[in-house]
């Protein structure tokens, strides 16, 4: 006797198979990186890491340049406006919490300070279940659909230094601040789960 599927059985293997196919194209993780600081939300989380970042600088390497004056070179591979914005930043932080003041490499200084960023911008991450359409002809390669996905949108600030007398200067530990806002996204709505507002 041959067994013939009946239509409930077929019913029930195209449901799977359909099933499947959206289990395939569902993502379960991303990160995107954002090249631009358009928008106020990028702006902010990228300045408030900066500002974080100078707040941790430790007082057992800059403490004891007290009254001093120094010279700050800094290194970043991209992005000048945002590499002069980080400078100024740390040159406030030092001066009001170390009474460091920084000068021109053209004038005489008592120590110098290499800070090289290895991080100053935003990315952006993406977790849980969504339906990518960027395979769709005219649609943006990150198009989709959410299901429940954690949507990530973090500003982030990191350095390392060399601090001391002009040619012995030592290395500082590498220093990270991360600002961050999150959203739940559903398939018709985001809704914010943090905020980025410091008042």
């Not at 700050?72 to 980080?86: G, K, N, T, V, W």
């Not at 053209?106 to 359409?133: C, I, M, R, W």
């Amino acid at each position: 006797m041959i067994w013939k599927p009946d239509n409930a059985s077929v019913q029930i293997a195209r449901l799977l198979i359909a099933i499947l196919v959206l289990a395939l194209l569902a993502g379960c993780g991303s990160r995107q990186l954002q090249d631009s600081l358009v928008g106020s939300t990028a702006q902010r989380l990228v300045t408030y890491s900066i500002d974080d970042l100078v707040r941790q600088l430790p007082d057992g390497d800059f403490a004891a340049h007290s009254g001093q004056r120094m010279h700050l070179e800094s290194h970043f591979i991209q992005h000048p406006d945002l590499l002069a914005y980080a400078d100024d930043r740390l040159s406030v932080e030092l001066a009001n919490r170390f009474d460091i003041e920084v000068v021109d490499a053209d004038e005489p200084a008592d120590a110098k300070l290499n800070v090289f960023y290895t991080s100053l911008g935003t990315d952006q991450g993406y977790h849980g279940f969504y339906v990518p359409l960027g395979f769709i002809p005219g649609m943006s390669e990150t198009a989709r659909v959410n299901l429940v996905t954690l949507e990530q949108f973090h500003g982030v600030a990191e350095m390392y230094y060399y601090i001391g007398e002009t040619g012995s200067e030592q290395r500082g530990d590498v220093i990270q601040a991360r600002t961050r806002t999150d959203a739940l996204g559903l398939p018709i709505i985001t809704v914010p789960i943090s905020t980025i507002d410091r008042r």
